[in-house]
């Protein structure tokens, strides 16, 4: 399967406007939208992805699917969109997910039991097949993996595609320590800190443009989108006074670091910008506008697509694990054959996607309900 950024994931759990730090409420109010722009989200990864596997494994460079792939990855990443896409998502849904007594331990109890039992699953299915290829990962790589910050251990990846989980991982932390100084619903603050976040990617590599050889890293400049799907949620929903001037400053200065950092990007190959500036900026440009209509207009609405928003999780996790499994007996060769391969590959996903959350996703989820419930219910008895 293709190893670059092109991916995507997010949570599932249900929409609601909770509370602010100012301790008044809002009423709730689900975003059905949102469910569906999960869908688009996840089912434009595995499209891209597909492209991507056709492009590297491909025997025939002269087929119509190899054609098809090339033409589309040279003009948008489907991928990225659905990346970026999903991390405006996150942002204008998790933080208002800091709610309750206890409201930073209920925070990390639920998005614990939210996405980490489906992950450790994909991650053995994962040393799995790499047995069966003769790759057993080792066993520091496959504990790192299970944290989601494989980096921090220096290991890598057992899929390139699980990157973004370590986007959410540092949201939900930098979120809870906003939210415990009391500055993660305040837009003139939020907007700063997205504002440094984006800046910490453009400095390093203009300061090395100099002479100045500084580390780059990525990370700060994708978790600046969450923090912006933050403030377009505080501008577009709740109307908060610096909301919008928050938002188009950070705006701003994200599409100057993206302006400015492709030729660097594409001169050291690191994957930010895969074959060129253009499929990553229109992908960005697409993202932004999709998510800003669906919410100004509540659109779309759509059962299918809000079944397939629940799924995206595990369609996130399993699609390359299926499209392996489906590879191995069908291999792509470019041609139009690869096509309904894709289409064998994408209803595996499906599948495994359904029994994955229906049988593991929700139970775990409600595990964690009940594990919050039980700690709010003793400390009540404790307190009478």
Partial sequence: MQSSEGTAGGSTAPITVIIDQGNSRKPANRYENIDALRAIAALSVVVQHFFGDIIHEATNPQGIAYYVATSSVSYFDAGRFGVVLFFLISGFVVPFSIKGTHPLHRFAVSRFFRLFPAMWLA???????????????????????????????????????????TIEILFYVLSAGLFALGFLYRPAIV????????????????????????????????VSFLYLGLLLRMTLVD??????????CVLLVQAVVLLTIGDFSLSRQDGFFLVGTLPILTSYVAALCVFVVSVKTSAPHNATLSRLGALSYSIYLFHGIAALLVFAFLPLTGTW?????????????????????????????????????????TESKVSA
């Fill in 123 to 165: 991650l053995a299915c994962l040393a799995v097949a790499s047995a069966m290829h003769g790759q057993w990962p080792s066993l520091p790589t496959l504990l790192a993996n299970m944290t989601m910050l494989p980096a921090a251990f220096r290991q890598p990846w057992m899929s390139g595609a699980y990157w973004t989980l």
């Fill in 191 to 222: 907007a700063v800190f997205a504002i440094l976040l984006a800046s910490a990617t453009a400095i390093p590599i203009l300061l090395r443009s100099v002479g100045t050889a500084m580390p780059v890293q990525y990370l700060s400049l994708h």
């Fill in 239 to 248: 109307k908060l006074p610096g909301a919008f001037i928050g938002s188009a």
């Fill in 337 to 377: 054959a690869d096509f309904p391969i894709g289409i064998i590959s994408l209803v595996l996903t499906l599948l495994i996607s359904v029994l994955v959350y229906d049988y593991l996703e929700k139970p775990m989820v409600n595990l964690g309900y009940r594990y919050i419930r039980r700690d709010d219910n």
